[in-house]
Protein backbone atom coordinates (compact mmCIF):
# COMPACT_ATOMS: atom_id res chain seq x y z
CA UNK A 1 0.00 0.00 0.00
CA UNK A 2 2.92 2.35 0.07
CA UNK A 3 5.78 2.29 -2.41
CA UNK A 4 9.18 3.82 -1.98
CA UNK A 5 11.34 3.94 -4.81
CA UNK A 6 15.28 5.44 -3.81
CA UNK A 7 17.36 7.37 -7.03
CA UNK A 8 20.01 9.25 -7.36
CA UNK A 9 19.22 11.40 -3.81
CA UNK A 10 15.55 11.27 -4.43
CA UNK A 11 12.58 8.94 -2.73
CA UNK A 12 9.79 8.86 -4.06
CA UNK A 13 6.82 8.05 -1.88
CA UNK A 14 3.94 6.47 -3.54
CA UNK A 15 0.82 6.16 -1.60
CA UNK A 16 -0.84 2.61 -3.35
CA UNK A 17 -4.43 2.20 -2.60
CA UNK A 18 -5.71 3.58 -6.47
CA UNK A 19 -8.81 1.38 -5.78
CA UNK A 20 -9.75 3.06 -2.29
CA UNK A 21 -8.86 6.18 -3.49
CA UNK A 22 -5.63 5.84 -1.83
CA UNK A 23 -7.68 6.43 1.63
CA UNK A 24 -5.44 6.60 4.51
CA UNK A 25 -6.14 3.75 6.12
CA UNK A 26 -4.29 2.93 9.82
CA UNK A 27 -1.77 0.68 8.10
CA UNK A 28 -0.99 2.97 5.43
CA UNK A 29 -0.43 5.50 7.92
CA UNK A 30 1.80 3.67 9.91
CA UNK A 31 3.48 2.18 6.51
CA UNK A 32 4.23 5.84 5.70
CA UNK A 33 5.54 6.96 9.16
CA UNK A 34 8.03 4.35 9.33
CA UNK A 35 8.62 5.34 5.34
CA UNK A 36 9.46 8.97 6.45
CA UNK A 37 11.41 7.98 9.38
CA UNK A 38 13.63 5.91 7.44
CA UNK A 39 14.14 8.58 4.65
CA UNK A 40 15.08 10.89 6.99
CA UNK A 41 17.89 9.09 8.45
CA UNK A 42 19.16 7.78 4.51
CA UNK A 43 22.42 9.95 4.32
CA UNK A 44 21.98 9.26 0.27
CA UNK A 45 18.59 11.22 -0.11
CA UNK A 46 18.30 14.88 -0.50
CA UNK A 47 14.54 15.34 -1.12
CA UNK A 48 11.09 13.51 -1.14
CA UNK A 49 8.65 12.99 -3.50
CA UNK A 50 5.10 12.15 -2.66
CA UNK A 51 2.37 11.38 -4.56
CA UNK A 52 -0.31 8.86 -5.32
CA UNK A 53 -1.01 5.85 -7.56
CA UNK A 54 -3.46 6.50 -10.11
CA UNK A 55 -4.86 9.70 -12.10
CA UNK A 56 -8.07 9.84 -9.09
CA UNK A 57 -6.78 10.56 -6.30
CA UNK A 58 -3.85 12.04 -4.52
CA UNK A 59 -5.29 10.85 -1.19
CA UNK A 60 -9.30 10.77 0.13
CA UNK A 61 -8.11 11.17 3.46
CA UNK A 62 -8.79 9.11 6.38
CA UNK A 63 -10.48 5.47 5.21
CA UNK A 64 -13.84 6.05 5.58
CA UNK A 65 -14.81 2.49 5.92
CA UNK A 66 -12.99 2.64 8.95
CA UNK A 67 -14.09 5.43 10.51
CA UNK A 68 -18.01 4.00 10.22
CA UNK A 69 -16.69 0.83 11.24
CA UNK A 70 -14.54 0.84 14.63
CA UNK A 71 -15.70 2.94 17.34
CA UNK A 72 -11.67 3.90 17.88
CA UNK A 73 -10.85 4.85 14.50
CA UNK A 74 -12.29 8.12 15.18
CA UNK A 75 -8.78 9.07 17.33
CA UNK A 76 -7.25 8.97 14.52
CA UNK A 77 -8.81 12.95 13.49
CA UNK A 78 -6.71 14.08 16.26
CA UNK A 79 -3.42 11.65 16.88
CA UNK A 80 -0.40 13.46 17.82
CA UNK A 81 1.35 10.70 17.52
CA UNK A 82 3.49 10.58 13.54
CA UNK A 83 2.46 6.79 13.66
CA UNK A 84 -1.08 7.88 13.10
CA UNK A 85 -1.09 11.46 12.32
CA UNK A 86 0.18 11.23 8.23
CA UNK A 87 0.64 15.42 8.64
CA UNK A 88 3.09 14.74 11.16
CA UNK A 89 4.92 12.06 9.25
CA UNK A 90 5.40 14.13 7.23
CA UNK A 91 6.43 17.37 8.97
CA UNK A 92 9.18 15.22 11.05
CA UNK A 93 11.04 14.89 7.90
CA UNK A 94 13.70 17.63 7.93
CA UNK A 95 14.16 17.33 4.08
CA UNK A 96 12.29 18.96 1.49
CA UNK A 97 8.87 17.10 0.43
CA UNK A 98 7.54 18.10 -3.02
CA UNK A 99 3.93 16.87 -3.10
CA UNK A 100 2.97 15.92 -6.54
CA UNK A 101 -0.58 16.14 -6.53
CA UNK A 102 -2.19 13.86 -8.95
CA UNK A 103 -5.92 13.56 -8.35
CA UNK A 104 -8.75 14.75 -6.05
CA UNK A 105 -7.22 15.57 -2.76
CA UNK A 106 -9.92 15.71 -0.11
CA UNK A 107 -10.11 17.15 3.76
CA UNK A 108 -7.48 14.70 5.17
CA UNK A 109 -5.63 14.19 1.53
CA UNK A 110 -5.58 18.17 1.72
CA UNK A 111 -3.96 18.59 4.86
CA UNK A 112 -1.14 16.25 3.81
CA UNK A 113 -0.86 17.85 0.60
CA UNK A 114 -0.07 20.98 2.92
CA UNK A 115 2.07 19.17 4.67
CA UNK A 116 4.62 19.07 1.65
CA UNK A 117 7.02 21.87 1.44
CA UNK A 118 6.64 22.52 -2.47
CA UNK A 119 3.27 21.18 -4.47
CA UNK A 120 3.46 20.60 -8.39
CA UNK A 121 -0.60 19.67 -9.42
CA UNK A 122 -1.57 17.50 -12.39
CA UNK A 123 -4.69 18.96 -14.31
CA UNK A 124 -6.85 16.38 -12.43
CA UNK A 125 -5.83 17.87 -8.93
CA UNK A 126 -8.51 19.04 -6.85
CA UNK A 127 -8.57 20.22 -3.47
CA UNK A 128 -11.96 19.51 -1.05
CA UNK A 129 -12.25 20.34 2.85
CA UNK A 130 -15.36 18.31 3.99
CA UNK A 131 -14.56 17.78 7.24
CA UNK A 132 -18.24 20.05 7.95
CA UNK A 133 -19.92 17.99 5.53
CA UNK A 134 -18.74 14.72 7.19
CA UNK A 135 -19.77 16.36 10.68
CA UNK A 136 -15.93 16.28 11.94
CA UNK A 137 -13.72 18.94 12.54
CA UNK A 138 -10.20 19.41 11.10
CA UNK A 139 -7.75 18.17 13.52
CA UNK A 140 -4.23 18.18 11.50
CA UNK A 141 -3.82 21.90 10.96
CA UNK A 142 -6.37 22.63 8.28
CA UNK A 143 -8.15 25.21 9.91
CA UNK A 144 -5.15 27.44 10.51
CA UNK A 145 -3.38 27.06 7.26
CA UNK A 146 -5.60 27.22 4.85
CA UNK A 147 -6.45 30.42 6.14
CA UNK A 148 -2.97 31.92 6.67
CA UNK A 149 -2.04 30.48 3.08
CA UNK A 150 -5.13 31.45 1.29
CA UNK A 151 -6.33 34.66 3.42
CA UNK A 152 -9.24 34.18 6.08
CA UNK A 153 -12.40 34.81 3.21
CA UNK A 154 -11.51 32.33 1.17
CA UNK A 155 -10.40 30.08 3.24
CA UNK A 156 -13.82 29.88 4.69
CA UNK A 157 -15.45 29.77 1.38
CA UNK A 158 -13.76 26.51 0.79
CA UNK A 159 -14.43 25.11 4.34
CA UNK A 160 -17.71 26.14 4.76
CA UNK A 161 -19.10 24.52 1.58
CA UNK A 162 -17.01 21.99 1.08
CA UNK A 163 -16.45 22.82 -2.42
CA UNK A 164 -14.04 21.33 -5.12
CA UNK A 165 -11.17 23.97 -5.27
CA UNK A 166 -9.64 23.23 -9.48
CA UNK A 167 -6.13 22.85 -10.23
CA UNK A 168 -6.19 26.34 -11.87
CA UNK A 169 -7.48 28.08 -9.19
CA UNK A 170 -5.74 26.53 -6.30
CA UNK A 171 -2.62 27.94 -8.74
CA UNK A 172 -4.09 31.33 -9.47
CA UNK A 173 -5.23 31.16 -5.39
CA UNK A 174 -0.89 30.64 -4.63
CA UNK A 175 -2.12 27.19 -3.01
CA UNK A 176 0.53 25.19 -5.53
CA UNK A 177 3.35 26.03 -7.46
CA UNK A 178 2.19 25.46 -10.66
CA UNK A 179 0.24 23.33 -12.45
CA UNK A 180 0.84 20.94 -15.41
CA UNK A 181 -0.67 17.75 -17.76
CA UNK A 182 -0.93 14.87 -16.24
CA UNK A 183 2.00 12.94 -17.84
CA UNK A 184 4.22 16.22 -16.90
CA UNK A 185 3.39 15.61 -13.45
CA UNK A 186 6.08 13.17 -11.95
CA UNK A 187 8.89 14.50 -14.55
CA UNK A 188 8.57 17.82 -13.62
CA UNK A 189 8.42 17.32 -9.52
CA UNK A 190 11.19 15.02 -10.35
CA UNK A 191 13.70 17.80 -12.25
CA UNK A 192 12.52 20.08 -8.81
CA UNK A 193 14.02 17.94 -6.69
CA UNK A 194 16.71 17.09 -8.58
CA UNK A 195 17.47 21.00 -8.82
CA UNK A 196 17.23 20.76 -5.02
CA UNK A 197 19.35 17.54 -4.67
CA UNK A 198 22.53 19.21 -6.23
CA UNK A 199 22.69 21.57 -2.38
CA UNK A 200 24.06 19.92 0.21
CA UNK A 201 21.21 17.98 2.45
CA UNK A 202 22.72 19.83 5.34
CA UNK A 203 21.60 22.97 3.66
CA UNK A 204 18.14 22.31 2.68
CA UNK A 205 17.01 20.84 6.05
CA UNK A 206 19.05 23.82 7.66
CA UNK A 207 17.12 26.67 5.60
CA UNK A 208 13.50 24.64 4.96
CA UNK A 209 13.63 24.38 8.88
CA UNK A 210 14.66 28.25 9.54
CA UNK A 211 11.44 29.08 6.77
CA UNK A 212 8.90 26.83 8.57
CA UNK A 213 9.85 28.02 12.21
CA UNK A 214 9.97 31.55 10.98
CA UNK A 215 6.53 31.50 9.47
CA UNK A 216 5.07 30.06 12.67
CA UNK A 217 5.81 33.10 14.56
CA UNK A 218 5.31 36.69 13.92
CA UNK A 219 7.51 38.86 11.08
CA UNK A 220 9.51 40.43 13.65
CA UNK A 221 9.96 37.37 15.96
CA UNK A 222 10.60 35.81 12.32
CA UNK A 223 13.39 38.43 11.09
CA UNK A 224 14.92 38.09 15.12
CA UNK A 225 14.92 34.20 14.35
CA UNK A 226 16.74 34.61 11.19
CA UNK A 227 19.52 36.81 12.13
CA UNK A 228 20.41 34.86 15.36
CA UNK A 229 20.60 31.13 13.37
CA UNK A 230 22.27 32.80 10.30
CA UNK A 231 25.08 34.54 12.52
CA UNK A 232 25.46 30.99 14.38
CA UNK A 233 25.78 29.10 11.42
CA UNK A 234 27.54 31.92 9.19
CA UNK A 235 30.22 32.16 10.99
CA UNK A 236 31.12 28.66 10.76
CA UNK A 237 31.33 29.22 6.84
CA UNK A 238 35.00 29.53 5.53
CA UNK A 239 36.34 31.51 2.32
CA UNK A 240 37.33 28.20 1.07
CA UNK A 241 33.89 26.95 1.43
CA UNK A 242 32.40 30.07 -0.51
CA UNK A 243 34.69 29.57 -3.49
CA UNK A 244 34.02 26.31 -3.97
CA UNK A 245 30.12 27.19 -3.74
CA UNK A 246 30.97 29.96 -5.92
CA UNK A 247 32.64 28.16 -9.04
CA UNK A 248 29.64 25.49 -8.68
CA UNK A 249 27.10 28.19 -8.95
CA UNK A 250 29.00 29.90 -12.14
CA UNK A 251 28.95 26.47 -13.60
CA UNK A 252 25.74 25.50 -13.50
CA UNK A 253 24.59 29.29 -14.32
CA UNK A 254 25.85 28.39 -17.88
CA UNK A 255 23.86 25.43 -18.63
CA UNK A 256 20.40 27.03 -16.94
Not at 24 to 31: D, G, N, P, Q, V
Not at 225 to 244: D, I, K, M, W, Y
Request: proline share 4%; net charge negative.
Amino acid sequence: MLLVEKKDGIAVVTLNRPEAMNALSKAMRSELYKAMVDIDADPEISVVVLTGAGTRAFTAGLDLKELGSDPKAMGAANAAGADENPVKAVELCTKPVIGAINGVAITGGFELALACDVLIASENARFADTHARVGIMPGWGLSQKLSRLLGVYRAKELSLTGNFLDAKTAADWGLVNRVVPADDLLPTAMKLAADMATIPVETLSFYKRLIDDGFATTFGEGLALEHQRSSAHNREVTPEAVEARRAAIQARGRTQ
